[in-house]
């Protein structure tokens, strides 16, 4: 079976009105969009109620984090119980904006993984190296590095749960995206990786996203990759382009 084209929109800290936010969803609403496209929209956490409530029912949407535990003592934390509670089908975890600003390791985002999909809630895994890492040719290293903690804390049958966001550090927000050909390799990588480490059905089955800088313009030609199976788009998920971005296969 083919994979489905997933793109999902990280509003991170944006926007900061409901105005805003309504202006937003009005475009989305409004949008004649490709039925076979799985899109998610991931606002700050106090908005994704409201939002959905909105939002068209064709759409999805995530939190952008959540936490390991069910409930308790941990003060501004969201647990993935109350997502589901809550119906919200997806998270975001891994984000380089996590780890590298929240100081997140790739062992916490691992058991955030297993949190999420043991309470019921699909995962978009974000995974990414640094300029400098790839300077240093240390790319696909660190890629199975991070994804290895992963697969140590999940059995096959969670794969089916998780979105794979490959999100080079240097492309997000700085306009500077990943050549075609950088995006094919990393990800044809990523699925080699997941057919020695867990299965060739994971292999296959596993959606891999591309996130980084990505516009109207250059979605195309990353989508007609034969291993880029959608994109999680953090700026221009603001933007009415966001709805060519969705569009970027049809
Ligand atoms: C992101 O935050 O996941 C992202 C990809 O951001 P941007 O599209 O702005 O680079």
Same mark, same amino acid.
């Given at each position: 079976?083919?994979?489905?084209?997933?793109?999902?929109?990280?509003?991170?800290?944006?926007?900061?009105?409901?105005?805003?936010? %309504?202006?937003?969803?009005?475009?989305?609403?409004?949008?004649? &969009?490709?039925?076979?496209? %799985?899109?998610?929209?991931?606002?700050?956490?106090? +908005?994704?109620?409201?939002?959905?409530?909105?939002?068209?029912?064709?759409?999805?949407?995530?939190?952008?984090?959540? +936490?390991?535990?069910?409930?308790?003592?941990?003060?501004?934390?969201?647990?993935?119980?109350?997502?589901?509670?809550?119906?919200?089908? +997806?998270?975001?975890?891994?984000?380089?904006?996590?780890?590298?600003?929240?100081?997140?390791?790739?062992?916490?985002?691992?058991?955030?993984?297993?949190?999420?999909?043991?309470?019921?809630?699909?995962?978009?895994?974000?995974?990414?190296?640094?300029? &400098? %890492?790839?300077?240093?040719?240390?790319?696909?290293?660190?890629?199975?590095?991070?994804?290895?903690?992963?697969?140590?804390?999940?059995?096959?049958?969670?794969?089916?749960?998780?979105?794979?966001?490959?999100?080079?550090?240097?492309?997000?927000?700085?306009?500077?995206?990943?050549?075609?050909?950088?995006?094919?390799?990393?990800?044809?990588?990523?699925?080699?990786?997941?057919?020695?480490?867990?299965?060739?059905?994971?292999?296959?089955?596993?959606?891999?996203? +591309?996130?980084?800088?990505?516009?109207?313009?250059?979605?195309?030609?990353?989508?007609?990759?034969?291993?880029?199976?959608?994109?999680?788009?953090?700026?221009?998920?603001?933007?009415? %382009?966001?709805?060519?971005?969705?569009?970027?296969?049809?």
């Amino acid at each position: 079976m083919p994979r489905q084209f997933f793109v999902g929109g990280n509003f991170k800290m944006n926007p900061t009105s409901r105005e805003q936010k %309504e202006n937003i969803v009005k475009i989305l609403n409004d949008a004649d &969009v490709d039925p076979n496209t %799985e899109v998610v929209i991931a606002p700050p956490s106090l +908005y994704i109620l409201p939002l959905a409530n909105i939002l068209r029912k064709d759409f999805k949407v995530a939190a952008q984090n959540a +936490y390991i535990k069910t409930s308790g003592a941990f003060t501004g934390e969201i647990s993935p119980a109350q997502l589901v509670d809550a119906e919200v089908p +997806y998270v975001i975890l891994g984000h380089s904006e996590r780890r590298t600003l929240f100081g997140e390791t790739s062992e916490l985002v691992a058991q955030k993984t297993r949190a999420a999909i043991d309470a019921g809630l699909s995962v978009i895994l974000c995974i990414g190296e640094t300029l &400098v %890492e790839r300077e240093a040719g240390q790319c696909t290293q660190v890629i199975e590095k991070q994804l290895q903690a992963v697969v140590q804390v999940t059995k096959e049958a969670d794969w089916s749960k998780i979105v794979i966001a490959y999100e080079p550090v240097w492309a997000i927000g700085t306009g500077k995206v990943a050549t075609t050909a950088q995006a094919q390799e990393a990800h044809s990588d990523i699925r080699k990786f997941l057919r020695q480490a867990v299965s060739s059905a994971v292999a296959e089955n596993t959606r891999v996203i +591309y996130g980084g800088s990505v516009t109207a313009g250059n979605c195309s030609d990353l989508a007609g990759q034969p291993d880029v199976d959608g994109f999680l788009v953090g700026g221009a998920s603001l933007k009415p %382009e966001f709805v060519n971005i969705i569009n970027s296969r049809r």
